[in-house]
């Protein structure tokens, strides 16, 4: 086994960028690895642990979550088309549709998250692609995967979902029907805040081969030391998501029953609007939510923001500690419209006892 080093349980780390050969021939047209720009043993233990965990013909690593999510839209993308990419998708990767995709002649047309078998009016013969999201960025609408594939495929277009929020556990996108499933491994995956990484999985080899063709033309690679802290994080991933997933949840009721709250934006929750979409095709939920505040004055939700001791300010999410942020100014919609009445906060619930984490919630509320 080329991934066991000497009796290791791990994989080694090569820090290569060239391989050395004995016979001059080995050099060309085999069908070997004559660069380590492709990844070495812990790599490819990597790849093989997420197509373990959410099935597929194999994965692409990328340097991050982001480069993950236009790797896929590159893959998908035809001169002179058109791809479909939901509202609610993250902001990043609106932004590259807007400008680069938008720069080489590919048209985006956003639409709304909640389409569902809509969506086969809006496929045509440019269609290049569909891009997925659910739950949604910041909002958390799940979409109706099965339905929105099964126009897709009907239309021979293939579709891509970013299932970041589900770490690839919850949710199973190749046993729905897409093509391509995107990984911001940087969250649950390297779980503790301290690297960025991303992958690309795909359902069958045909697609396997084009993601790993425009991986190669771009000249992505995934670095060894990030790859094994990746992999690491990956042997607790489990018994994390069990734990945030629980305390996630009991925040999420908590929250519901506060007057300061308007509304909990938790799929799990029987009051949230797709929730008998979430429970049909999800198996579970991570620690990742939104609630909107009553409406309040900026001063006062700054306020509360900054007597949170135990959830910290910041962007990313799925690491080890808990994060709060506000979000409104991150909500970006053209297809639909968003208008919340207050502020929406999104809550990544890390490993703190949820006793403690309640307890922080309690005190910076109590200042609205
Ligand atoms: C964070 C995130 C990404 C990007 O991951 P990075 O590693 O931070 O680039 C992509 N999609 C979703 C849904 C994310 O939350």
Known sequence: D??????????????????????????YGKPIKTYALEGMAVQEALRDALTAIEGGAGATLTPSGLAACTLALLTMAKDGGEVLVTDSVYGPTRRFCDTMLKRLGVRTRYFDPRIGAGIAALLSEDSAG????????????IQDVPAIA????????PVAIDNTWSAGVFFKPFEHGADLSVQALTKYQAGHSDAFMGAVLAADPAW?????????????????????????????????LERQSASALAIAHWLAARPQVARVMHPALESCPDHAIWKRDFSGASGLFAFELTPQPQMRIRQMLQSLSLFG???SWGGYESLAAPMNKNI????????????????SVGLEHVDDLLADLERALSVL
């Open 313 to 315: 300010m910041g962007f």
């Open 332 to 347: 970006m919609r053209t297809a639909t419209s968003w208008a919340p009445q207050g502020e929406v906060i999104r809550l």
């Open 130 to 141: 569909v891009f997925l999201e659910s739950p949604g960025s910041c909002t958390f609408e």
């Open 150 to 157: 099964a126009a897709a495929r009907a239309r021979n277009v």
């Open 208 to 240: 396997n081969a084009r993601v790993r063709a425009a991986y190669k033309q771009l000249g992505l690679g995934a670095a060894p030391d990030d790859a094994y802290l990746v992999l690491r994080g990956l042997r607790t991933m489990g018994v994390r």
């Open 2 to 27: 080329r991934t066991r080093a000497e009796g290791a349980v791990n994989p080694a780390v090569h820090h290569a960028s060239t391989l050395l050969f004995d016979e001059p021939d080995d050099l």
